[in-house]
């Protein structure tokens, strides 16, 4: 994997180039891990004019012995807690000669900003912008096996959660079961905070687990995923707790699941973001849902869970093949509930099979 590594990082050396900086600093944690494969605590990457420096706080994980990281890229860990890697890696760079440093304006706090200003005077900072997210828009075969790992296993807490008695049980309960079989079958731990949201609270975005408890004739609205080896995977399904669902319980499900698929077979390279978006919300506001909409149906995910690019209808851009995303409208009822159906695919021309599913869980409304 170093080769990898540091062919990234050469990617990022001549765009650097080309905009006319001598060095970059990258802090944001998922792009310092995308760049080398490991991201301390507040670890930051410069990529200088004569060498890049890994600079943290604290040994990484792969260690500081002979051949245990990347023989192209020096480790620096600063001796005490209290100094900042990103001034060090700011010294550096003026020590090496650099008289330009590109920074991610968009991760800097303008104190830590104002730091390297002062720090290293002359340094000429430019901003790097979204140069490593851009990077990491397009997954390697090796990144995507990641993804299809965290998914199965995802589908495998979900699949046996399922299996169980739900009524009585609380929001919160149900969560942490989850993400304890998600650690039981090999993931690092979960990808996002798990959502269980039942009756009322089903299918409302950003739900956080309560004490509420599932009752017969809910919609239990669950959305997990893991994180493996770093890599991210969502799934999200809408249930019915009980013999069998009512008719509006029916019909909202109907509705919601004939929008995912929608949105789920344009996944097709040149398809623009905001035609995602677009064929996804068209089948819900036909049905008299568009006031109940979220302002975006999906999102990319990898080393994030919620990354670049932004299936929303302001978005700019065409889909690329190998990029993962997920399609996930949802709609909510105040005071009834609502339904919620995620996924995680990855963009594969119509030759090669069309959008690869990496999340498998039925998407038939089960009655629990």
């Known amino acids: 994997m170093s080769e990898v590594y540091a062919a990234r990082r050469a990617r990022l050396h001549d765009q650097c180039a080309a905009a006319g900086s001598a060095a970059a600093l990258v802090s944001r944690p998922a792009n310092v891990r995308y760049l080398c494969g490991a991201a301390p605590p507040g670890a930051v990457l410069l990529l200088g004019p004569a060498q890049d420096v890994l600079v943290a706080s604290e040994t990484p994980s792969w260690g500081?012995?002979?051949?245990?990281?990347?023989?192209?890229?020096?480790?620096?860990?600063?001796?005490?807690?209290?100094?900042?890697?990103?001034?060090?890696?700011?010294d550096l760079a003026a020590a090496d000669g650099a008289d330009s440093l590109a920074v991610e304006e968009h991760d800097l706090t303008v104190a830590r900003h104002r730091r390297l200003g002062s720090t290293a005077p002359g340094l000429c900072l430019a901003d790097l912008g979204r140069?490593?997210?851009?990077?990491?828009?397009?997954?390697?075969?090796?990144?995507?096996?990641?993804?299809?790992?965290?998914?199965?296993?995802?589908?495998?807490?979900?699949?046996e959660l399922l299996e169980s008695i739900l009524v009585?049980?609380?929001?919160?309960?149900?969560?942490?079961?989850?993400?304890?079989?998600?650690?039981?079958?090999?993931?690092?731990?979960?990808?996002?905070?798990?959502?269980?949201?039942?009756?009322?609270?089903?299918?409302?975005?950003?739900?956080?687990?309560?004490?509420?408890?599932v009752e017969e004739g809910d919609f239990l609205t669950i959305r997990l995923g893991a994180d493996y080896r770093?890599?991210?995977?969502?799934?999200?399904?809408?249930?019915?707790?009980?013999?069998?669902?009512?008719?509006?319980?029916?019909?909202l499900y109907d509705v919601v699941f004939a929008a995912q698929r929608a949105g789920r077979e344009s996944l097709l390279p040149g398809t623009g973001y905001r035609d995602v978006d677009r064929v996804t919300r068209q089948v819900l506001d036909?049905?008299?849902?568009?006031?109940?909409?979220?302002?975006?149906?999906g999102h990319g995910v990898g080393l994030?869970?919620?990354?670049?690019?932004?299936?929303?209808?302001s978005a700019?851009?065409?889909?690329?093949?190998?990029?993962?995303?997920?399609v996930e409208?949802?709609?909510?009822?105040?005071?009834?509930?609502?339904?919620?159906?995620?996924d995680t695919l990855v963009v594969r021309p119509e030759a090669d099979g069309g959008p690869e599913l990496l999340t498998i869980t039925t998407k038939e409304l089960l009655a629990l």
């Not at 023989?71 to 001034?87: E, Q």
């Open 329 to 342: 409208p949802g709609v909510h009822l105040p005071g009834r509930g609502g339904v919620r159906i995620d």
């Open 230 to 251: 770093g890599y991210r995977c969502q799934v999200g399904r809408t249930f019915v707790i009980g013999p069998s669902p009512a008719d509006w319980q029916v019909e």
């Open 286 to 297: 036909a049905a008299g849902y568009g006031e109940a909409l979220e302002a975006r149906m």
């Open 131 to 159: 140069a490593v997210e851009q990077l990491r828009l397009v997954k390697d075969d090796e990144e995507i096996s990641c993804m299809r790992i965290a998914g199965e296993l995802a589908d495998q807490a979900l699949g």
């Open 304 to 313: 994030e869970i919620d990354e670049d690019p932004r299936l929303a209808a």
């Open 64 to 90: 500081v012995g002979p051949g245990s990281h990347p023989d192209d890229l020096r480790l620096l860990v600063l001796p005490g807690p209290d100094g900042d890697p990103a001034v060090a890696a700011a």
């Open 168 to 213: 009585g049980r609380t929001e919160r309960h149900l969560a942490l079961e989850l993400e304890r079989r998600l650690v039981d079958h090999g993931a690092d731990g979960p990808g996002f905070p798990t959502v269980v949201a039942a009756g009322p609270n089903a299918g409302r975005p950003g739900h956080l687990p309560t004490d509420r408890r």
């Open 316 to 326: 700019m851009g065409k889909l690329d093949a190998c990029v993962p995303v997920t």
